[in-house]
């Protein structure tokens, strides 16, 4: 028996990967970075830095591939860490004249170039699609704090 759920999991993947692959392409034309490294860059930009932590946070990115994609932005000289007198356990991750450049010469660029598939939605459009992707992802959210404290209401097997 098919379950109807699966049809629109896979639309929603696919709608996802649409979009990723029409960012992730432009990016790779227009700016020569990779999708983690721009992630970065938009992050950091109009700020004074932030700690790997807040990094990680605000990107989704994980701690170990972080660390690297910062490696490669500082090997670039559009990033450079600042350690912290207060505590040196704590760096800063700071744009650098460079990156500021960098960040104001694509960011504005690639979200106008994303933002193509969208031109025809108006309010009461994204209103809906947010509320519906805040209801599943709430649900989602709910069944993985269930599942981790050995709750789980249903088991395969």
């Known amino acids: 028996m098919r379950e109807r759920y699966l049809r629109s999991i896979r639309l929603l993947a696919e709608c996802y990967q649409a979009f990723e692959r029409l960012a992730h392409g432009n990016l790779r034309r ?6 983690a490294q721009f992630d970065i860059v938009a992050t950091l930009g109009n700020t004074a830095g932030m700690t790997f932590k807040e990094l990680g946070e605000k990107t989704l ?5 972080l660390t690297g994609v910062v490696d490669r932005l500082e090997e670039r000289k559009l990033v450079t860490r600042v350690t912290q007198r207060e505590d040196r356990r704590c760096t800063i991750v700071r744009l650098t004249e ?3 450049r960098e960040f104001e010469r694509i960011f504005a660029p690639h979200v106008a170039y994303c933002k193509q598939p969208f031109l025809e939605y108006g309010e009461q459009d994204f209103e809906a699609l947010e509320r519906q992707l805040t209801k599943l ?3 989602l959210q709910q069944e993985d704090r269930l599942s981790c404290n050995g ?3 249903d088991q395969i097997g």
């Open 61 to 65: 990115i994980t701690k170990g591939t």
């Open 151 to 153: 709750n789980e209401t």
């Open 137 to 139: 992802r709430n649900h």
């Open 30 to 35: 227009r700016t020569g970075l990779t999708p």
């Open 98 to 100: 460079s990156g500021e």
